[in-house]
């Protein structure tokens, strides 16, 4: 029988049985499984991995005959047309019951378009760009055959030795929940949200992750445990896994991490009350890589011990581990309590299964003509955008920035002409020879010269570490002295340098902690000697996350961050050194001055001894300052701005703010657009609050001399939180309501009362 005709046969037959389920799916579920036996129903549960993206210590084996006995529920690192119709041709065709499978992947920061890395994304400020990025590579995935993505990654994080800073965010929960929902939008289309998005194809399922507080992982170091009161999890870390929530995402993972000494994928508080009966999630649950075995060092029993927690828990697809397939079966026979589980699980995939379509139609609609949109014009217009707004201008001493066409400049540093690092470490699909450098962009100009100066590693042990993946680091053989002795002459030949220095793309991301974030000292060295050239000195940085800066900053006249800006990130870095357009980027995790403040965050709280310079006895450090090198919310404009007029007023239920925002007719007269930020404080309540919390913002262009009045709406539930015991609050009393342009430079402040 033809495949298709099955399909409509078994549709026809399941549609017929039950009539007691609510919904079309339900009843569709529901009859689908009166069919499927034990087994089968396990299988569904097995997520193995096919292909070459292993982040764990095992690849999944038999996966071709474990899908002919019904025991694969989806797979992941398999994408393409070709590859993807191939397997899900043969699983349907085999399937006892012809259930496709899902096709999951780390869509995480564009598919084959790279955009800059998600705190780079952040930074942008730009929700209406994250979440047209988010959708551009939805498309670009669907178009290559992925229904699934394991994206978007939401832990809030405050400590940047944590290498995984670079896949979030970065630390605040109220923007954090903000970009959730915008990348939950992108990837699902509103539509997905209630329906199966059979008319969507283009859209792909989206997963939060990784539920939950893996972002805080004792010491920054990747997997740890994670300790906290319920006060701080719910309103500095819950929110934004709420937002992704509440915005309809259709699945959630686990994290590798424990939670108050219970590790999250066996956890039923995070799984079932927080998640299923508080927030309201209807979607299915996957764990992390090998999470379920992982239970195991965690201390928490043998194999079918730790499949049954895990099982009870709520933890529905196993990824890659096989500890439900091997022990699921005889489990519910000795515990009816794991038979109703596995039940709930495979009905929850199934589910899922139905809202992507994929029983109407397991390729959704896939045609030829989708590839087009692989890496389209488009598509690398909307890299460069994004990685232009991503990019913070962190100082700009003597306005060295914009370059100025007429002088001679000088490239020097390692990450000049690199492609592979320009689109960072989760970039599985991601083409890096089509990736452009920096210098690729402005080796057209007049008047420019490059050098390379150093190796981007020379350290031989890191080295190692950062090649087990192949990380295409070939060194030039040259000695650093000679490196660096070469580029100084390069530099005295220039009136200006821009040395683009960072960190190799393993350095961040998974399983890549660090415990010093300066720059390693072979490129310290470089930009030391260069700066006594005495020529003007534009640092710009490719990395992924907050790096110790102080030993260089004063050496340089301006730091550009660029993060790993992405596929386009060569020119977007160039149009902002000359000025096409101004850096518009702003912080959303602070830069500290050494390892040793860490963690250090905006919104923290205000102690009983608050810093005071001339007291002794005092929350500080005897040898350095309280305050961070570069707040949240710091970054810079070739524009000049200024800020009057701040009106608050209550209407209804709401908090109206409106503020008049001013660019100088003076000065850099090229397209800028400014973000400002709107901060409030409880200045009296019955818990600790935090000194600052950042409840709104607006980005907009203006011309020079332009002013504009921004109105800003901050609706009632924003000034309550969640006590001690975990009950939302809403105290009256007065609070101090602040606008700026980052959470350290706040020209405009009022006080409200607020019931
Ligand atoms: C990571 C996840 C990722 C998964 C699948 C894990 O190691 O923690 O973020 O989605 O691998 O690749």
């Keep these: 029988m033809k495949l298709h005709l099955r399909i409509a046969t078994c549709l026809a037959a399941w549609a017929a049985a039950s009539v007691y389920a609510q919904s079309p799916a339900e009843r569709f579920v529901d009859s689908l499984m009166a069919q499927m036996s034990w087994e089968e129903k396990i299988g569904q549960l097995n997520l193995p991995s096919v292909g070459f993206d292993v982040t764990g210590p095992m690849l999944s084996t038999g996966v071709e005959e474990k899908m002919k006995q019904g025991l694969v529920g989806g797979v992941f690192n398999t994408f393409t047309p070709v590859a993807v119709r191939k397997l899900q041709d043969f699983a349907i065709e085999h399937h006892p019951h012809h259930i496709p499978l899902l096709f999951g992947y780390d869509v995480i920061h564009g598919h084959r378009t790279i955009l800059p890395i998600p705190l780079g994304q952040a930074a942008s400020w730009n929700l209406h760009l994250i979440e047209l990025g988010a959708n551009m590579a939805a498309r670009e995935a669907a178009a290559d055959g992925l229904n699934w993505t394991f994206s978007p990654m939401v832990d809030i994080a405050r400590d940047p030795r944590w290498g995984r800073v670079s896949e979030g965010a970065g630390e605040d929960p109220w923007l954090g929940s903000r970009v959730a929902e ?84 066996c956890n039923s508080f995070l799984l079932k009350d927080v998640l299923r009966k508080e927030w309201g999630f209807d979607g299915m649950v996957v764990t992390d890589y090998t999470a379920i075995n992982e239970l195991m060092f965690h201390g928490m029993g043998d194999g079918a011990e730790v499949a049954k927690k895990a099982l009870l828990a709520g933890a529905e697809m196993d990824m890659v581990g096989e500890l439900y397939l091997t022990h699921g079966d005889s489990l519910r026979k000795v515990h009816p309590e794991v038979g109703e589980a596995i039940e709930s699980a495979c009905r929850n995939i199934l589910l899922a299964k139905y809202r992507l379509g994929l029983f109407e139609d397991p390729y959704r609609a896939w045609k030829e003509a989708d590839a087009e949109v692989i890496m389209s014009a488009e598509h690398k217009e909307l890299a460069k955008a994004s990685a232009m707004e991503s990019t913070v201008l962190l100082k700009n001493e003597n306005r060295v920035l914009p370059l100025n ?230 970054g810079l404009s070739y524009a000049d701005y200024s800020l009057s007029n701040l009106v608050c007023e209550r209407v209804g239920s709401e908090l109206h703010v409106s503020y008049d925002l001013t660019r100088s007719y003076e000065g850099y007269g090229g397209p800028a657009s400014q973000v400002t930020q709107l901060y409030m404080h409880d200045i009296s309540s019955n818990m600790t609050r935090p000194v600052l919390e950042l409840k709104g913002f607006d980005k907009r262009d203006l011309m020079p001399g332009q002013t504009q009045t921004i109105h800003l709406v901050v609706p009632r539930n924003e000034w309550g939180y969640f006590n001690g015991d975990r009950h939302w609050v809403m105290e009256p009393g007065e609070f101090e309501v602040s606008v700026g342009f980052s959470s350290d430079q706040r020209p405009l402040q009022t006080t409200v009362v607020l019931d």
């Excluded at 997997?223 to 896994?241: A, G, H």
């Excluded at 720059?519 to 003007?536: C, R, S, V």
């Excluded at 640092?539 to 790993?564: H, T």
């Design 405 to 634: 066409s007429a002088q001679k400049i000088a490239f020097i540093g390692p990450q000049v002409k690199r492609r592979r690092d320009m689109i960072g470490n989760w970039s599985g699909a991601g083409d890096w020879t089509q990736s452009r450098s920096l210098w690729d962009a402005v080796a057209g100009w007049d008047n420019v010269s490059y050098a390379l100066g150093c190796n981007l590693v020379q350290d031989a042990a890191m080295m190692d570490q950062l090649n087990p993946h192949g990380a295409l680091l070939s060194l030039d053989e040259k000695s650093p002295e000679a490196l660096i002795k070469e580029a100084v002459k390069v530099a005295k030949n220039a009136d200006v340098v821009v040395l683009a220095l960072g960190e190799p793309y393993g350095m961040s991301g998974e399983a890549a902690s660090r415990s010093s974030l300066s720059l390693p000292e072979h490129q310290q060295a470089l930009l030391e000697a260069i700066a006594a050239t005495g020529k003007p000195l534009v640092l710009v940085l490719m990395n992924g996350r907050p790096l110790c800066l102080s030993e260089v900053e004063g050496s340089c006249s301006a730091i550009l961050e660029a993060w790993f800006p992405g596929t386009m990130g060569g020119d977007a870095i160039a149009a902002l050194l000359s000025g096409e357009q101004s850096p518009s980027g702003h912080l959303t995790m602070t830069f500290p001055r050494n390892e040793g403040q860490i963690p250090i965050y905006y919104n923290h709280r205000n102690t009983g001894r608050p810093f005071d310079a001339q007291q002794k006895y005092t929350s500080k450090y005897l040898d350095v300052p309280n305050t961070p090198l570069y707040a949240f919310g710091h």
């Design 182 to 265: 915008a990348m939950v939008k992108g990837y699902q289309m509103p539509q997905m949200q209630t329906q199966y998005s059979l008319g969507y194809p283009q859209s792909v399922m989206a997963c939060v992750k990784h539920f939950a507080l893996y972002g805080a992982a004792e010491a920054g170091r990747d997997y740890n445990t994670v300790d906290m009161s319920p006060y701080r999890m719910e309103n500095d870390y819950f929110p934004p896994y709420k937002a992704a929530v509440q915005a309809g995402v259709g699945t959630a993972m686990t994290s590798f991490n424990d939670v108050n000494g219970m590790p999250a994928t």
